[in-house]
């Protein structure tokens, strides 16, 4: 059986994208006889990270992660993330003459920018070392290639997403703290912080309602400067299903995101998608139809009223969980010049 060890500072409790694609991804590889373990903070001591708390940084060194790599008697290795684990698993993994994948998820150095006056330059410079020193480093979309592959990026590998199409789809019946709430329903999904620009959402002047499903540290700010939307906190399975559904415009007004898993939750759901024309959404709607992107994000969510639902959920169809993690165990086998990725190019 094909083992991959993937080393993840991403992870439970974190309630995110990284997380649930991974998760997501271990279970569609097991069903085709792969086995995907994990490597994360929760075996090692850990302080809490500046500005996010619940991301927990690792204090152990590269002895220990070089013994728990051999240890596990993986095929292969993969970094998912480039945290203190990242930094380590890449040094241990050279170190024994061997090479890695990585994944690269998150623009951490625009998140960073947003913070913190540092260059983007010097965060571009140190992600470029880390990930060009692997075989391989796989993006989700052409738009996020296209960027890094300017900034020197090198042996970029493509890896959509997908969504459960089985639990979020369309319903009739609204959650009932939503049943009150005059319409249409503008709604947002996602953590609730600084980088996913929710202000540019809740300061739009629109009819109906707003609603903002879930947490994060910029939640309570939020809630005291703008009492008329309803904020609901974090919501799971089939209640998050039943919210997304409930919407009439799914309004993504993140400026910094590689992809928005929640922009495919939204469609599958049949709910129509307001956004800014940037990375992401871009490469999800494009010229589907199941979308409005313009620069004048009021002007797009008042347009995406008028988008037809089944057609949302027709172009979330065409993505799937089992499509992608074939994807995600493609790339590593090709990048690791494996017989058994030439066959399934075959």
């Known amino acids: 059986m094909t083992k991959i060890l993937v080393v993840t500072d991403a992870w439970r409790p974190q309630v995110n994208g990284v997380v ?12 085709i006889g792969v086995e995907m373990e994990f490597l994360t903070p929760g075996e090692f001591r850990t302080l809490p990270c500046p500005t996010y708390p619940e991301i927990r940084l690792s204090l152990t060194g590269r002895s220990a992660i070089r013994r728990r ?3 596990s008697g993986a095929d292969y290795v993969h970094l998912a993330t480039e945290g203190p684990l990242g930094l380590l698993a890449k040094a241990a993994v050279l170190a024994m003459g061997e090479t890695y994948t990585t994944s690269y998820h998150t623009r951490f150095p625009e998140y960073l920018a947003a913070r913190l006056p540092v260059p983007l330059s010097w965060s571009y410079g140190w992600l ?4 060009n020193a692997g075989s391989g480093c796989m993006v989700a ?3 996020l290639d296209d960027d890094l592959t300017a900034r020197g990026f ?15 789809h369309p319903r009739d019946d609204l959650p009932e703290g939503l049943r009150h709430l005059p319409r249409p329903i503008f709604l947002h999904v996602g953590r609730v912080s600084v980088e996913k620009n929710i202000k540019a959402f809740l300061s739009l002047n629109l009819p109906g309602s707003k609603v903002v499903v879930g947490g994060g540290p910029q939640l309570e700010e939020l809630r005291r400067a703008y009492p008329d939307v309803h904020f609901t906190g974090p919501k799971f399975g089939e209640d998050l299903a039943a919210h997304y559904a409930a919407g ?9 995101d590689t992809f928005g898993n929640v922009v495919l939750e939204a469609l599958a759901c049949g709910v ?3 956004a800014y024309p940037v990375m992401g959404p871009l490469d999800i709607i494009a010229d589907t139809g199941a979308g409005v992107l313009d620069a004048d994000l009021q002007k797009a969510a008042l347009a995406a009223l008028e988008i037809d639902r089944h057609h949302a959920r027709d172009v979330a ?4 969980w089992a499509k992608a993690s074939r994807q995600f165990l493609d790339n590593i086998l090709l990048a690791h010049g494996s017989d058994e990725a030439e066959k399934a190019a075959e």
């Open 20 to 31: 649930r694609t991974l998760e997501i991804t271990q279970g569609e590889l097991a069903k």
């Open 69 to 71: 790599i051999k240890e």
């Open 128 to 131: 470029r070392r880390f990930h």
């Open 141 to 143: 979309t052409r738009s």
């Open 154 to 168: 090198r042996n970029l590998m493509r890896w959509s997403r997908g969504v459960d199409h089985t639990l979020f």
């Open 248 to 256: 009439d415009v799914f309004v993504f007004p993140s400026l910094t």
């Open 272 to 274: 129509p998608v307001a």
């Open 317 to 320: 169809l065409g993505y799937t």
